[in-house]
């Protein structure tokens, strides 16, 4: 995790990113060290859902894409105690849902998640199946990535970005 800022939550075991479910605030994310040149790209990810306490709130695991802490951010994955997955802007306040539709997603079970921003086109793609293929136009800058767990225990197997 050499490089990695923002949320103090997540630590390094065994090659994994784990999260201890402590963080209630998903504005603030894990940011990877990665610098981008392109606002077209897409972060991947293989993460695993841990527990999380009933509720109809704010908290998943998500891939994090175009963060810019004065702009806004989009955030890709499981919202609502696994509830959704969706597709969900924040400038500040409440996150925005895009795009969402129900998900069945059961903590423990091992997701790989993609999200890819291009011009004003955002896509969620869970296991290789693309489930939502929308537009947005708040935060259309390259801004950088990472991961955000909020209320939420998890891990990240593995994480990477590449261009578009």
């Known amino acids: ?11 390094a ?11 209630n605030n998903v504005l603030t994310p894990l940011l990877a060290p990665i610098i981008l040149s392109t606002s077209d790209y897409a972060v991947e990810a293989d993460v695993v ?9 704010n908290r998943g695991i998500f891939l994090v894409a175009r963060y810019d802490k004065s702009k806004g951010v989009y ?3 499981q919202m609502d105690s696994a509830r959704e997955m969706g597709i969900f802007e924040n400038s500040g306040g409440p996150p925005n849902d895009i795009s969402s ?11 790989t998640l993609r999200a890819e921003v291009k011009g004003n086109s955002l896509k ?20 950088r990535v990472g991961i955000a767990c ?3 225990q998890g ?3 593995r994480f990477e970005v590449s261009a578009l």
């Not at 998900?103 to 423990?108: D, N, Q």
């Not at 296991?127 to 939502?132: E, K, M, N, S, W």
Request: charged content about 20%; proline content about 4%.
């Open 1 to 11: 995790m050499e490089g990695w800022s923002g949320d103090p939550g997540w630590q």
């Open 13 to 23: 075991l065994n090659g994994e990113m784990l999260h201890d479910g402590s963080n």
């Open 49 to 57: 859902p841990g527990r999380w306490e009933e509720c109809f709130c």
């Open 75 to 77: 955030y890709f994955g």
């Open 101 to 111: 539709i129900p998900s069945s997603v059961k903590a423990g079970s091992l997701l």
């Open 124 to 143: 969620l793609i869970v296991d290789g199946r693309l489930l939502i293929d929308t537009t947005d136009n708040r935060v259309l800058t390259a801004g």
């Open 150 to 152: 909020s209320e939420n």
């Open 155 to 157: 891990t990240v197997r």
